[in-house]
């Protein structure tokens, strides 16, 4: 954003006269156009500043010429009207020396500002290649059309254009461009410039009318700057600056109405404060609301962070109790029998000689064995179980199948009886096709005769 002339920017006052002819009737339908928009009921919102926009509108152009002034030569432009001001024109002069350009503006032929909505002057600004504006001072035409303007631009590259907007110090253009420069005699390079950083719509500021002995233009640009800050948030996010600024434009008010003529003469410098006044009230109030978003954004960054860091840690403590009850659960179990943690879970192996020989009765010993693996696994409903028979090699595969079938149902069978949901239960008979030890000894075939029960899910689910 621009930052906008200061008050000791020469304002110069000069004779009207009246657009006639050709021109005239162009300037007529400019602005019969602007007339519908004017009387349209007024929005919500003094100020919408938008973004990333263009330069001067869909009916004028997208892009406009921006030059780089060689150091030394003095270069020569043309200003030429929008269709808001078709019979404007203008001629500027640039000389860029040690690093500041100078600037020589005559414009002429443009109508009252305050004819194109809620503005009283015209500002010549000064557009950088990336889209920045700088305001580079009034040019006050006041009841005449035409004007002229001395300043300058610490920039060596940039364009110019002229708009109507509602007081002298505003910071950001608005969409009211009634000229823009082109090429005349320019020592330089010419560039095009083809978005706004920022651009301000005042179509929702309440216009008001200006009258020389009630209202002059100075006294009611106070007044919009006090609510252009207003729906900014000032009373919000500036609130001292924007009380100050409202003193100030009550002192105007007052001077303005008084019938010492010598009071009188003070309005006009005490609306120019009032309007300065306002204008960084409303600044103010863009850092502060800026400031508050920023706050709020980590304000609700660190909730979400301390929610985050809260739901870790409960899920931590959850692993860390889950943990707790499977090591429980194991142990417990490896107590009654053998118990081994695997991929797939908790395995209790019934092994040794826990059937009579041949059949798939359960021996007494591992009656016993299973009641107690039943009695540990009963406070836990949510458990899932595989029994799977298996035998050793002795024999052939499709008995030893059948046999080690048979054992894994007389298992579950007696867990059922021991309260064991059958639902919760799946039986598998593998014969000698899964080993755990060499068939060949003795000892090996009987760590081989064995019936697995491989328990998952519940607390044991990962």
Known sequence: MGTPASPAVAVVSVSRR?????????????????AVAISAPHALQAQQVERSTSIVSSDVASQISAFSYREGPESELLMTGTTLAPAGRGEIEVEYQDGRAA????????????SLGPYTVYVLWAVAPDGRATNLGVIDTGSRDHGKLKTSYSGSEFALIVNAEPHFAVSVPSTAVVLFNLAKKVKGVETKVRSLAERADYRGLRKIAIDAKTAPADLVGARYALSIAAV???EQYAAGEYSTAQDKLQAAETAQASDKRAERKTAPLLAREATQAAEGARRAALRGKAEADASASRAAAAAA?????????????????AEATRV???????????????????????????????TAWLTPTARESLA???????????????????????GRATSNR????????????????????????????????????DNASSAGRARN??????VSGGPLAR
């Open 305 to 321: 962070a301390a929610q985050e860091a809260a739901a870790a840690e409960r899920a931590r403590a959850q692993e860390i109790a």
């Open 328 to 358: 429980d659960l194991r142990n417990r179990l490896d107590r009654v029998l053998p118990t081994r943690e695997t991929a797939r879970g908790l395995v209790s192996e019934l092994g040794g000689v826990q059937f009579d020989s041949g």
């Open 18 to 34: 009246r657009a006639g002819g050709r021109h005239g009737t162009l300037l007529a339908r400019g602005l019969a156009s602007m």
């Open 232 to 234: 900014s948030g000032a």
């Open 103 to 114: 600037v020589k503006a005559k414009v002429d032929r443009l109508p009252e500002p305050k």
């Open 402 to 437: 059948e046999l080690s079938l048979r054992r894994a149902i007389a298992v579950r069978d007696f867990l059922i009886e021991q309260g064991i949901a059958a639902s919760t239960i799946d039986v598998a008979g593998f014969g000698s096709s899964l080993p755990i030890a």
């Open 449 to 454: 005769r064995r019936v697995e029960i491989v």
């Open 372 to 394: 107690r693996f039943a009695g540990v696994v009963a406070s836990y409903p949510a458990l899932n179980y595989d029994i799977e028979g298996h035998t050793d090699a002795v």
